[in-house]
């Protein structure tokens, strides 16, 4: 299969047109020519990546003010995140998305970090958590797996590589995947709200009252990381804007209608779910389909039918949901290896006839993998180890969001004439002080997500560490800061052995902002 990737060589060849509309990283003119997402593709694929369903029985465990929490943090959070990004990636439309925005706002060694902090949480997502919820849905509604069976690590092993080669498939086809996959989500979400007040006229609701939703404290450290980790993303689909038909005009709209989307996907399925299922019955590998099962009920005799159904249909939009990640992640982490930020050329490199990063693709898939067999030997229930590796993959996502808020607010003050389809319509200052409440709030979702219980005695509370995440506070810190030593490790290793295709690369960023903003290259600070 042949690959390829830029050299200084075949950018030099390129007329000074070419360059100036080239990718920064180097991704070639036979890469641009297939332009297959357009406005309909760009708002699936961020429903079918974004709107994480397999999260909503865990942040529903909080209780009601989980509802609360989620209003009031998309309010103050996913609104002043959107408009951020829906400038941003209307602005910045080349392939790679954050690694080519952090690049150019602090240079090419914090793009390399801000890159592997946003690609590995996938993988890690996929294998450690995702194909736990899958195993537990088929094992309880379909068929029985026998836990730490063959068949068990057969079927997490299935799932995750059914995941990666939807990916590797060429985007003109494989883009129709996570489509059909956020489809099948509205509809099923849709079907189980219908089912719900169903449900509630012929046998009532659980007893909510007025006070159940009083925010308080303790619900704000617990849900807030889990908020913002299902309302990150909606700036990924620039990942593969290099392949969008017009990115400066879909882009802000995808970003809007899609978060609109999602945070009423949020807020309706949570406050179905604490209607039917009392708080200490709801676990985070099953809450949903306890709820659904609940209120199934309706069914009569067809309940069971129907709860098989459902849950195969699960199963393919949690396999869906990660393959739209992967389509994403992967690609930008391969225009951070064709630039000299990860193991070089060996990885940013795409297959000719797909257009698709297989090489990095095989990889997710590996880390997937080996991190799925890294889960299944923690102790604990398949409910605590979801719990464990959730909180990993938040920490890793939340980490590279205090490199990238920052990034898109200085890309509005670096490159202030930068043609902007859409403008938030405030000063800098303004859009300085949204830049300031976002990290805020990434920051405090970080801390707690690799710290858990260490704020809560400074308001006086208490923490049952392992009643809460059934494992050892020990157990916990040794997976989650031992993952993120690894994930150090790895980024400096593979920054390092690109050193030799960063000495041969030409700094297109430079080519593309001097053409753009018509000022002298030499002028421009170099961003290598």
């Not at 990290?439 to 690799?450: C, M, P, Q, R, Y």
Request: net charge neutral; proline share 4%; aromatic share 14%.
């Amino acid at each position: 299969m042949e690959l390829w990737a830029i050299t200084r060589n075949e950018a030099e060849r390129k007329s000074p047109h070419e360059r100036r509309h080239a990718d920064p990283v180097g991704r070639t003119a036979d890469a641009q020519a297939e332009r297959t997402l357009g406005r309909f593709d760009i708002f699936f694929l961020l429903i079918a990546a974004v709107v994480s369903i397999e999260t909503l029985g865990q942040v529903s465990g909080f209780g009601a003010e989980t509802f609360t929490w989620t209003v009031i943090l998309s309010i103050f959070f996913l609104i002043p995140y959107g408009l951020i990004f829906a400038e941003t990636g209307g602005a910045f439309t080349e392939e790679g998305g954050i690694y080519v925005w952090v690049r150019r706002a602090f240079g090419r060694a914090t793009g390399a970090i801000a890159s592997l902090l946003t690609w590995v949480t996938q993988p890690v997502w996929v294998g450690g958590a995702m194909s736990f919820v899958a195993t537990e849905t088929w094992n309880t509604y379909v068929m029985p797996l026998k836990s730490g069976s063959p068949v068990d690590y057969l079927f997490k092993f299935v799932f995750i590589w059914l995941t990666v080669t939807a990916a590797i498939i060429s985007l003109k086809r494989g883009k129709w995947i996570p489509t059909a996959g956020a489809i099948a989500k509205i509809v099923f979400l849709a079907f189980f709200l219908g089912v719900t007040i169903v449900y509630g006229f012929v046998h009532g609701f659980t007893h909510l009252t007025l006070s159940s939703f009083t925010p308080t404290v303790a619900g704000l450290l617990g849900a807030t990381p889990l908020l913002l980790f299902s309302f990150l993303g909606f700036e990924s689909s620039n990942s593969a804007a290099g392949e969008m038909k017009n990115p400066g005009r879909d882009v802000p709209i995808s970003v809007a209608r899609s978060a609109g989307l999602a945070a009423a996907c949020y807020i309706l399925p949570i406050f179905a779910i604490l209607l039917v299922v009392p708080a200490d019955k709801i676990t985070g590998i099953s809450g949903l389909f306890e709820a659904v099962s609940t209120v199934y009920s309706v069914f009569g005799s067809a309940a069971g039918v129907m709860l098989t159904i459902s849950a195969l249909l699960f199963c393919f939009i949690l396999m869906s949901q990660g393959s739209a990640w992967m389509i994403i992640s992967d690609r930008m982490q391969a225009m951070a290896a064709a630039d000299g930020a990860f193991f070089g050329g060996f990885f940013g490199r795409f297959h000719k006839g797909l257009g698709t990063p297989v090489r990095v693709n095989f990889l997710s898939g590996v880390v997937a993998t080996v991190f799925m067999v890294a889960a299944m030997q923690l102790s604990g229930t398949s409910g605590a180890i979801f719990g464990v590796v959730l909180s990993i993959s938040i920490s890793t996502y939340l980490l590279s969001y205090l490199f990238v808020v920052p990034a898109a607010v200085r890309l509005r003050t670096r490159y202030p004439d930068m043609p902007r389809p859409f403008r938030v319509p405030v000063g800098i200052g303004g859009f300085r002080a949204l830049g300031i409440l976002c990290f805020f709030w990434i920051l405090l979702g970080s801390w707690v997500a690799i710290f858990p219980g260490t704020l809560e005695p400074l308001f006086g509370l208490k923490y049952d560490f392992e009643g809460t995440w059934g494992v050892s506070q020990a157990t916990f810190e040794a997976f989650t800061l031992g993952t993120l030593i690894v994930l150090l490790a790895l980024g400096l290793v593979g920054y390092w052995r690109g050193a030799s295709i960063r000495a041969h690369l030409v700094d297109e960023t430079v080519d593309v902002m001097a053409g753009e903003l018509g000022t002298d290259p030499e002028l421009v600070p170099s961003e290598r």
